[in-house]
């Protein structure tokens, strides 16, 4: 696994292509003015996803992770989504990978706390 989401990248076509190798599994997040604007993912190939978003100049700069597998990109998309929320655009809950099955870990906690012991309403 390759994580650089502590580390900043111009979006620009370019620099996608030199940074990520093509048919990745992975996570982004697009910033304009070093603040989080979007969160995504892609199963299949995330250097043409960014490129894309380069290309109509969607954000300033872009931070992201690759991950061999669908199920544990997902569970990252989840926790920067639920994480960034205030501050993002994103209007949909992140999907789980097609035919995984697979849930928010995020959501199941929430869902967890509001009907467990410490339910304060
Ligand atoms: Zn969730």
Same mark, same amino acid.
């Given at each position: 696994?390759?994580?650089?989401?502590?580390?900043?990248?111009?979006?620009?076509?370019?620099?996608?292509?030199?940074?990520?190798?093509?048919?990745?599994?992975?996570?982004?997040?697009?910033?304009?003015?070093?603040?989080?604007?979007?969160?995504?993912?892609?199963? =299949?190939?995330?250097?043409?996803? %960014?490129?894309?978003? $380069? +290309?109509? @100049?969607?954000?300033?700069?872009?931070?992201?992770?690759?991950?061999?597998?669908?199920?544990?990109?997902?569970?990252?998309?989840?926790?920067?989504?639920?994480?960034? =929320?205030?501050?993002?655009?994103? %209007?949909?809950?992140? $999907? +789980?990978? @097609?035919?995984?099955?697979?849930?928010?870990?995020?959501?199941?906690?929430?869902?967890?706390?509001?009907?467990?012991?410490?339910?304060?309403?």
């Amino acid at each position: 696994m390759i994580c650089t989401h502590h580390r900043l990248f111009k979006l620009e076509p370019w620099l996608v292509r030199a940074v990520i190798p093509q048919g990745k599994i992975g996570v982004y997040v697009l910033y304009i003015s070093g603040k989080p604007v979007y969160a995504g993912r892609s199963d =299949e190939d995330l250097r043409s996803r %960014l490129v894309a978003h $380069a +290309s109509v @100049k969607r954000a300033e700069y872009f931070g992201f992770g690759l991950y061999s597998d669908a199920s544990r990109a997902f569970d990252i998309e989840c926790a920067l989504f639920h994480a960034l =929320e205030p501050c993002t655009t994103n %209007l949909i809950h992140p $999907a +789980s990978p @097609k035919g995984s099955g697979r849930i928010c870990v995020v959501c199941t906690e929430i869902r967890h706390l509001k009907n467990g012991p410490f339910r304060t309403t």
